[in-house]
């Protein structure tokens, strides 16, 4: 069964940092591209960030970059996102998801397996 498992949520103070990972099992991660989306209450949910199988492509929202890193170790089956400078609004339920054609881009739709999410909580 194909299962992405995200970790590293919680609660931390303005100006903090939190390392979120997402480990996929199964036939998800090899050759996926690999995003991060999160969707905060009574919001959509929106795009933070991608990246390409190789890595060398990466992708970020405008709200986040400069701030976030996405990165990712295909023999760990585990791709990162490192949160600094984090802000009140970047509290939401963050999912990590998969995309078997690597297309590595913002749409959520061309994503194919997701994860159940974590929660991050960033207080003022």
């Known amino acids: 069964q194909v299962q992405l498992v995200e970790s590293g949520g919680g609660l931390v103070q303005a100006g903090g940092s939190l390392r979120l990972s997402c480990a996929a099992s199964g036939r998800t991660f090899s050759g996926s591209g690999m995003g991060w989306f999160r969707q905060a209450p009574g919001k959509e949910r929106e795009f933070v960030a991608a990246?390409?199988?190789?890595?060398?492509?990466?992708y970020y929202a405008g709200s986040v970059k400069g701030r976030f890193t996405i990165s990712r170790v295909n023999a760990m089956n585990t791709v990162f996102l490192q949160m600094n400078s984090l802000k009140p609004e970047d509290t939401a339920v963050y999912y990590c998801a998969a995309d078997t054609a690597n297309r590595a881009r913002d749409r959520a739709l061309e994503y194919d397996y997701w994860g159940q999410g974590t929660q991050v909580t960033v207080s003022s």
């Open positions: 990246i390409s199988w190789s890595g060398r492509i990466t």
